[in-house]
């Protein structure tokens, strides 16, 4: 089951609507995504807290459906 | 076993070893190229840590996600402390912050800047 890049997008902002957020499908598969998160959510933030919160946006898909979605996230 | 027993478990763990990795497969055969990464991490900078295989107990496998709240696995703690999963390891260990970690938790190993 594999999810496609434009729906990851629009749960993460969402969740995180002052987010940018940037989606490669690193493989073309549909199963391999990267995701680049910019969010002032995330000001003060661990990045530990800051990755959670993303998860949290996912609803439970990451490591489900969502196999492997490689994040990198900051604040502005 | 009730949740609680696999938190307990999982603390006795994190508390007894300086650097508990849990990943899928063991150190020298890991099963996942997640894992894979973060053994080859920890073994560049030369720390010794414990593996355990969550492939080899169901209960961990999902303990240690709830445990976290972090949905996938590897899962890296320092001195009992949750520091991140396969995507923070390498950022941690590209910018030079895993090393110094380990310096400020007086985890011996090897320097490299």
């Known amino acids: 089951?594999?999810?496609?890049?434009?729906?990851?997008?629009?749960?993460?902002?969402?969740?995180?609507?002052?987010?940018?957020?940037?989606?490669?499908?690193?493989r073309g598969d549909g199963d391999h995504y990267a995701a680049y998160v910019r969010s002032p959510a995330f000001?003060?933030?661990?990045?530990?807290?800051?990755?959670?919160?993303?998860?949290?946006?996912?609803?439970?898909r990451m490591g489900g459906e969502l196999h492997a979605l490689a994040l990198q996230t900051s604040a502005p | 076993m009730t949740e609680n027993a696999v938190f307990e478990r999982i603390k006795e763990e994190i508390a007894a070893n300086p650097v508990v990795?849990?990943?899928?497969?063991?150190?020298?055969?890991?099963?996942?190229?997640?894992?894979?990464?973060?053994?080859?991490?920890?073994?560049?900078?030369?720390?010794?840590f414990k593996g355990v295989d969550v492939l080899a107990d169901p209960a961990i496998r999902q303990g240690i996600k709830e445990f976290a709240n972090w949905p996938t696995i590897p899962q890296l703690y320092?001195?009992?402390?949750?520091?991140?999963?396969?995507?923070?390891?390498?950022?941690?260990?590209?910018?030079?912050?895993?090393?110094?970690?380990l310096h400020e938790k007086g985890i011996a190993h090897s320097h490299h800047h």
Do not use: N, W
């Not at chain 1, 933030?45 to 946006?57: C, G």
């Not at chain 2, 973060?38 to 010794?48: E, I, M, R, W």
């Open chain 1, 1 to 26: 089951m594999a999810m496609d890049a434009a729906q990851i997008e629009q749960l993460i902002k969402e969740a995180l609507p002052d987010a940018e957020v940037r989606i490669e499908d690193l």
């Open chain 1, 43 to 60: 000001a003060g933030k661990s990045r530990v807290q800051q990755h959670q919160m993303v998860y949290a946006a996912l609803k439970g």
């Open chain 2, 21 to 48: 990795l849990y990943m899928k497969g063991t150190p020298v055969f890991p099963q996942c190229g997640f894992s894979s990464m973060a053994v080859q991490v920890l073994s560049h900078l030369g720390v010794k």
């Open chain 2, 78 to 101: 320092i001195k009992g402390e949750f520091v991140g999963g396969a995507d923070i390891i390498r950022e941690m260990y590209q910018s030079g912050e895993l090393e110094g970690l």
